[in-house]
């Protein structure tokens, strides 16, 4: 029997007792209810309902944007799509038209749904009501995608 320093032999500081527990049977047992639980969930059984269209996306692309401005004037605002001015109550149908104009085979279903329809407030004076106000109108009427166009300040 050899002995370490101080006399002490090995073999005793072999077998005294330790402090760190034994942590293999812990993950041996989380392991298995790991599994359990795995084999015993419930697998989904929602199905997913898909509609697909009917024919290509290529309406968006023969469509062309419609980019509607708004300026203010001392009765509150104006509303130009193109060069023309329009009324609010006629925004929604005079880019229905624009949009029928892209293409004959075109239904109003079609413009509705892939027409990219765009509005900007040329001059800070135009109030925020005005702008919501047109993309209510239109949003009522059932243009999918409708945008606002954002600018830099002059100032900033």
């Given at each position: 029997?050899?002995?370490?320093?101080?006399?002490?032999?090995?073999?005793?500081?072999?077998?005294?007792?330790?402090?760190?527990?034994?942590?293999?049977?812990?993950?041996?047992?989380?392991l298995?209810?790991?599994?359990?639980?795995?084999?015993t969930?419930?697998?989904?059984?929602?199905?997913?309902q898909?509609?697909l269209?009917?024919?290509?996306l290529?309406?968006?692309?023969?469509?062309?944007?419609?980019v509607i401005?708004?300026?203010?004037?001392?009765?509150?605002?104006?509303?130009?799509?193109?060069?023309?001015?329009?009324?609010l109550?006629?925004?929604?149908?005079?880019?229905?038209?624009?949009?029928?104009?892209?293409?004959?085979?075109?239904?109003a279903?079609?413009?509705l749904?892939?027409?990219?329809?765009?509005?900007?407030?040329?001059?800070?004076?135009?109030?925020?009501?005005?702008?919501?106000?047109?993309?209510?109108?239109?949003?009522?009427?059932?243009?999918?995608?409708?945008?606002?166009?954002?600018?830099?300040?002059?100032?900033?």
């Amino acid at each position: 029997m050899t002995t370490a320093l101080y006399g002490a032999p090995t073999r005793a500081r072999s077998l005294a007792p330790q402090s760190e527990p034994n942590v293999v049977p812990f993950i041996d047992v989380l392991l298995v209810l790991l599994i359990i639980f795995m084999v015993t969930a419930p697998t989904p059984t929602v199905d997913l309902q898909l509609e697909l269209p009917n024919r290509p996306l290529l309406i968006a692309v023969a469509i062309p944007p419609t980019v509607i401005d708004i300026e203010p004037s001392p009765s509150g605002y104006r509303i130009f799509i193109g060069a023309e001015e329009h009324r609010l109550e006629d925004v929604a149908e005079v880019v229905l038209a624009h949009g029928l104009q892209a293409g004959s085979s075109l239904t109003a279903a079609d413009v509705l749904a892939e027409a990219h329809v765009s509005v900007r407030a040329r001059d800070q004076g135009v109030s925020y009501g005005a702008v919501v106000a047109v993309l209510d109108a239109l949003t009522v009427a059932g243009y999918a995608k409708v945008s606002v166009f954002a600018q830099k300040a002059e100032g900033a």
